[in-house]
Protein backbone atom coordinates (compact mmCIF):
# COMPACT_ATOMS: atom_id res chain seq x y z
CA UNK A 1 0.00 0.00 0.00
CA UNK A 2 2.54 2.33 1.04
CA UNK A 3 4.58 1.39 -2.51
CA UNK A 4 1.09 2.59 -4.39
CA UNK A 5 0.99 5.96 -2.15
CA UNK A 6 4.42 7.10 -3.01
CA UNK A 7 4.06 6.12 -6.56
CA UNK A 8 0.74 7.99 -6.83
CA UNK A 9 2.57 10.92 -4.93
CA UNK A 10 4.84 11.82 -8.20
CA UNK A 11 7.44 14.54 -8.08
CA UNK A 12 5.27 15.82 -11.38
CA UNK A 13 1.89 16.22 -8.67
CA UNK A 14 4.07 18.27 -6.07
CA UNK A 15 5.59 20.94 -8.72
CA UNK A 16 2.30 20.82 -10.31
CA UNK A 17 0.51 21.91 -6.85
CA UNK A 18 3.57 24.11 -6.16
CA UNK A 19 3.23 26.06 -9.34
CA UNK A 20 -0.78 25.82 -9.40
CA UNK A 21 -0.24 27.97 -5.50
CA UNK A 22 2.24 30.33 -7.39
CA UNK A 23 0.00 31.20 -10.30
CA UNK A 24 -3.12 32.07 -8.02
CA UNK A 25 -0.52 34.02 -5.93
CA UNK A 26 0.67 36.05 -8.98
CA UNK A 27 -2.83 36.84 -9.94
CA UNK A 28 -4.08 37.87 -6.68
CA UNK A 29 -0.74 40.14 -6.26
CA UNK A 30 -1.74 41.68 -9.47
CA UNK A 31 -5.27 42.33 -9.35
CA UNK A 32 -5.93 41.93 -5.34
CA UNK A 33 -8.60 40.02 -3.51
CA UNK A 34 -12.02 42.29 -4.14
CA UNK A 35 -13.31 41.08 -7.02
CA UNK A 36 -16.16 40.15 -8.19
CA UNK A 37 -16.80 36.53 -7.52
CA UNK A 38 -14.54 36.61 -4.46
CA UNK A 39 -16.30 39.38 -3.23
CA UNK A 40 -20.07 38.22 -3.68
CA UNK A 41 -19.07 34.43 -2.41
CA UNK A 42 -17.46 35.97 0.82
CA UNK A 43 -20.26 38.16 1.18
CA UNK A 44 -23.19 35.38 0.95
CA UNK A 45 -21.24 33.91 3.89
CA UNK A 46 -20.85 36.73 5.79
CA UNK A 47 -24.36 38.08 5.54
CA UNK A 48 -25.85 34.68 6.10
CA UNK A 49 -24.89 34.15 9.74
CA UNK A 50 -27.30 32.23 12.16
CA UNK A 51 -27.36 33.12 16.34
CA UNK A 52 -27.15 29.51 16.66
CA UNK A 53 -24.26 28.91 14.20
CA UNK A 54 -21.94 31.64 14.78
CA UNK A 55 -20.58 29.92 18.47
CA UNK A 56 -19.56 26.91 16.55
CA UNK A 57 -17.75 29.13 13.86
CA UNK A 58 -16.35 31.18 16.43
CA UNK A 59 -15.04 28.27 18.64
CA UNK A 60 -13.60 26.29 15.14
CA UNK A 61 -11.76 29.40 14.13
CA UNK A 62 -10.00 30.15 17.13
CA UNK A 63 -9.38 26.75 18.55
CA UNK A 64 -10.04 23.88 15.63
CA UNK A 65 -6.33 24.37 14.15
CA UNK A 66 -4.04 24.57 17.35
CA UNK A 67 -6.16 22.73 19.78
CA UNK A 68 -6.63 19.67 17.68
CA UNK A 69 -3.57 19.30 15.15
CA UNK A 70 -0.69 20.13 17.88
CA UNK A 71 -2.89 17.25 20.30
CA UNK A 72 -3.38 15.09 17.63
CA UNK A 73 0.14 14.63 16.69
CA UNK A 74 1.17 14.29 20.23
CA UNK A 75 -0.64 11.71 21.21
CA UNK A 76 -0.12 9.90 17.83
CA UNK A 77 3.40 9.46 19.12
CA UNK A 78 3.26 8.97 23.10
CA UNK A 79 0.17 6.45 22.69
CA UNK A 80 0.65 5.22 19.35
CA UNK A 81 2.42 1.99 17.24
CA UNK A 82 5.25 2.29 15.08
CA UNK A 83 3.00 3.61 12.16
CA UNK A 84 1.12 5.93 13.79
CA UNK A 85 4.59 7.49 15.29
CA UNK A 86 5.46 7.88 11.61
CA UNK A 87 2.67 9.54 11.03
CA UNK A 88 2.87 11.92 14.01
CA UNK A 89 6.91 12.43 12.66
CA UNK A 90 5.42 13.45 8.55
CA UNK A 91 2.47 15.64 10.47
CA UNK A 92 5.16 17.58 12.39
CA UNK A 93 7.05 17.77 9.49
CA UNK A 94 4.75 19.24 7.27
CA UNK A 95 3.76 21.50 9.74
CA UNK A 96 7.45 23.35 10.11
CA UNK A 97 7.58 23.59 6.24
CA UNK A 98 4.06 24.48 6.08
CA UNK A 99 4.34 27.28 8.50
CA UNK A 100 7.52 28.42 6.78
CA UNK A 101 5.81 28.69 3.27
CA UNK A 102 2.64 30.36 4.68
CA UNK A 103 4.58 32.79 6.52
CA UNK A 104 6.42 33.79 3.64
CA UNK A 105 4.21 34.31 1.58
CA UNK A 106 1.69 36.16 3.95
CA UNK A 107 5.02 38.75 3.58
CA UNK A 108 5.20 38.76 0.18
CA UNK A 109 1.76 38.84 -0.58
CA UNK A 110 0.73 41.27 2.09
CA UNK A 111 -3.12 40.81 1.47
CA UNK A 112 -5.38 43.16 3.83
CA UNK A 113 -8.42 41.34 5.19
CA UNK A 114 -11.78 41.20 4.07
CA UNK A 115 -13.22 43.07 6.65
CA UNK A 116 -10.36 45.72 6.88
CA UNK A 117 -11.69 46.75 2.77
CA UNK A 118 -15.06 45.86 3.63
CA UNK A 119 -15.49 47.78 6.72
CA UNK A 120 -17.00 44.62 8.82
CA UNK A 121 -16.97 43.97 12.13
CA UNK A 122 -15.95 40.01 12.18
CA UNK A 123 -16.92 37.76 14.57
CA UNK A 124 -13.38 37.18 15.51
CA UNK A 125 -12.19 41.14 16.39
CA UNK A 126 -9.05 39.79 17.33
CA UNK A 127 -7.42 38.57 14.05
CA UNK A 128 -4.22 40.10 12.90
CA UNK A 129 -1.17 40.05 10.56
CA UNK A 130 -1.88 39.52 6.12
CA UNK A 131 -4.88 37.40 4.61
CA UNK A 132 -3.23 36.07 2.18
CA UNK A 133 -3.00 32.91 2.34
CA UNK A 134 -5.32 31.52 5.28
CA UNK A 135 -3.02 29.62 7.96
CA UNK A 136 -5.52 27.82 9.36
CA UNK A 137 -6.48 26.67 5.96
CA UNK A 138 -2.80 25.79 5.39
CA UNK A 139 -1.87 24.13 8.30
CA UNK A 140 -5.51 22.14 8.79
CA UNK A 141 -4.99 21.04 4.86
CA UNK A 142 -1.77 19.77 5.50
CA UNK A 143 -2.72 18.24 8.74
CA UNK A 144 -5.81 16.39 6.40
CA UNK A 145 -3.90 15.57 3.14
CA UNK A 146 -1.04 13.95 5.82
CA UNK A 147 -3.81 11.93 7.80
CA UNK A 148 -5.19 10.83 4.59
CA UNK A 149 -1.83 9.35 3.31
CA UNK A 150 -0.48 7.65 6.60
CA UNK A 151 -3.54 7.10 8.49
CA UNK A 152 -6.84 4.52 8.40
CA UNK A 153 -10.12 6.20 7.32
CA UNK A 154 -11.21 6.30 10.47
CA UNK A 155 -8.61 9.10 10.87
CA UNK A 156 -8.63 10.70 8.24
CA UNK A 157 -12.56 11.01 7.35
CA UNK A 158 -13.69 12.94 10.74
CA UNK A 159 -10.03 15.14 10.74
CA UNK A 160 -10.74 15.92 6.77
CA UNK A 161 -14.22 16.96 7.83
CA UNK A 162 -12.90 18.72 10.76
CA UNK A 163 -10.62 20.80 8.25
CA UNK A 164 -13.12 21.45 6.02
CA UNK A 165 -14.97 23.05 8.48
CA UNK A 166 -12.31 24.92 9.97
CA UNK A 167 -11.54 26.50 6.88
CA UNK A 168 -15.14 27.81 6.30
CA UNK A 169 -15.50 29.08 9.29
CA UNK A 170 -12.30 31.27 8.43
CA UNK A 171 -14.64 32.52 5.50
CA UNK A 172 -17.84 32.97 8.10
CA UNK A 173 -16.15 34.74 10.84
CA UNK A 174 -14.79 37.41 8.33
CA UNK A 175 -11.23 36.58 8.66
CA UNK A 176 -10.64 35.37 4.99
CA UNK A 177 -11.74 35.33 1.56
CA UNK A 178 -12.55 32.47 -0.19
CA UNK A 179 -9.52 32.73 -2.40
CA UNK A 180 -6.89 32.59 0.82
CA UNK A 181 -9.10 29.37 2.00
CA UNK A 182 -8.51 27.78 -1.69
CA UNK A 183 -4.56 28.98 -1.47
CA UNK A 184 -4.22 27.46 1.77
CA UNK A 185 -5.75 24.11 0.68
CA UNK A 186 -3.12 24.27 -2.33
CA UNK A 187 0.31 25.49 -0.20
CA UNK A 188 -1.08 22.83 2.54
CA UNK A 189 -1.67 19.77 -0.08
CA UNK A 190 1.68 20.78 -1.74
CA UNK A 191 3.32 20.88 1.64
CA UNK A 192 2.55 17.35 2.86
CA UNK A 193 2.96 15.67 -0.82
CA UNK A 194 5.91 17.07 -0.43
CA UNK A 195 6.89 15.92 2.86
CA UNK A 196 5.50 12.66 2.19
CA UNK A 197 7.64 12.28 -1.09
CA UNK A 198 10.61 13.12 1.31
CA UNK A 199 10.19 10.14 3.77
CA UNK A 200 13.34 8.16 2.86
CA UNK A 201 15.15 11.18 3.11
CA UNK A 202 13.75 12.10 6.27
CA UNK A 203 13.44 7.99 7.49
CA UNK A 204 17.32 8.36 9.67
CA UNK A 205 15.67 11.17 11.81
CA UNK A 206 12.79 9.64 12.29
CA UNK A 207 14.84 5.97 13.27
CA UNK A 208 16.94 8.54 15.26
CA UNK A 209 13.91 9.82 17.49
CA UNK A 210 12.06 6.94 17.72
CA UNK A 211 15.52 5.66 19.52
CA UNK A 212 15.56 8.44 21.88
CA UNK A 213 11.80 8.55 22.84
CA UNK A 214 12.42 4.35 23.64
CA UNK A 215 15.55 4.79 25.59
CA UNK A 216 13.59 7.47 27.56
CA UNK A 217 10.33 4.96 28.14
CA UNK A 218 12.97 2.39 28.85
CA UNK A 219 14.76 4.72 31.86
CA UNK A 220 10.91 5.58 33.22
CA UNK A 221 10.21 2.21 33.36
CA UNK A 222 13.30 0.61 35.26
CA UNK A 223 14.07 3.59 37.59
CA UNK A 224 11.42 3.06 40.05
CA UNK A 225 12.53 -0.68 39.87
CA UNK A 226 15.93 0.70 41.06
CA UNK A 227 14.70 2.88 43.45
CA UNK A 228 12.75 -0.30 45.12
CA UNK A 229 15.87 -2.16 45.86
CA UNK A 230 18.03 0.36 46.85
CA UNK A 231 15.06 0.94 49.51
CA UNK A 232 15.38 -2.69 50.39
CA UNK A 233 18.73 -2.70 50.90
Known amino acids: MLIMLRALVRKETVVFLGALFIVLSVLVKIFGENFYLNRTLFLYVFNHHASFVNPLMVVLSLYGREYVWIPLTFLLWVLGERKHKRAAFLLASAFIVAIIAGELSKFLMGEPRPFQVLSLMPLTPTEKGHSYPSGHALIVGTGAVMVALTLSRKFW ?12 SRIYVGAHWPVDVVAGWLL ?42 EEEE
Do not use: N, Q
Not at 157 to 168: D, I, K, Q, W
Not at 201 to 221: F, H, N, T, Y
Open 157 to 168: VPLTLEALAVSF
Open 188 to 229: GSFCALFVFSIEERLSPIMDALMGIWERILLALKTRPLGETE
